[in-house]
């Protein structure tokens, strides 16, 4: 049986995303800003990428998802090495829009609540496990703000843990509403996954070999 050329085109797509990623991480573990801070910022990616890797034959992503998880990686690797308090293009926005604080972490945010909401979205729609279109969005949604309050969760565990050390990693530059405007960001990202990038995505899913169900059209 001749292999699916699409399948061959993603499979050399995905080695060389993954090529890429390793090889930011080697470059920003050289010398990051802090780090204690660089391996907490990273520790998703250093964990995402061998689990994409081992269950890539069983349940393989669209493209789309693969390729804004990459984007996703390197947010959070240029985010680990610099802190995001720093990041070089955080302060240039931050200037040429004359904000209060480097905006880069939002970013961040944003990919936080976007990626997951993707992720949940192919989980549940292809174990068959909901349906229907509008309560698929609205777990989607929920699953993404769930993993957003677990995230700043974690922040809050780590202020308490590491006291003053923890500054660089919680990144709220004085802001005491960051917490509430970090959720704001992830609920953002996760509506636009359901909004905006619906029809590509749900073109992308009708494509795909389904073991575990049948996607709707």
């Known amino acids: 049986m001749n292999a699916n050329p699409s399948a061959i085109q993603q499979k050399n797509g995905l080695l060389i995303a993954a090529a890429l990623i390793i090889v930011a991480l080697a470059v920003s573990s050289i010398q990051p800003f802090d780090r204690l801070t660089w391996l907490m910022e990273v520790m998703p990616v250093l964990i995402a990428l061998p689990l994409l890797a081992c269950t890539y034959r069983k349940f393989p992503l669209t493209n789309l998802l693969y390729f804004l998880i990459f984007l996703h990686a390197l947010i959070l690797i240029g985010g680990g090495t610099y802190t995001y308090a720093r990041v070089p293009v955080g ?19 944003f990919w936080q609540g976007l990626v997951p ?58 802001d005491q509403w960051d917490t509430q405007s970090d959720m704001w960001m992830a609920f953002l990202g996760a509506t636009v996954a359901m909004v905006l990038l619906a029809s590509l995505h749900n073109r992308q899913l009708r494509q795909l070999e389904e073991p575990y169900g049948t996607v709707k059209k």
């Open 91 to 109: 302060n240039w926005v931050q200037d040429y829009l004359s904000l209060a604080r480097n905006p880069y972490d939002k970013l961040g945010h």
């Open 117 to 174: 909401a993707l992720v949940a979205k192919e989980i549940l729609l292809r174990g068959t496990y909901v349906s229907g279109k509008k309560m698929l969005a609205f777990l989607s949604v929920c699953v993404a703000m769930a993993i957003s309050a677990w995230y700043e969760l974690i922040e809050w565990w780590a202020a308490l843990i590491m006291g003053q050390g923890a500054d660089e990693f919680l990144g709220t530059q004085g």
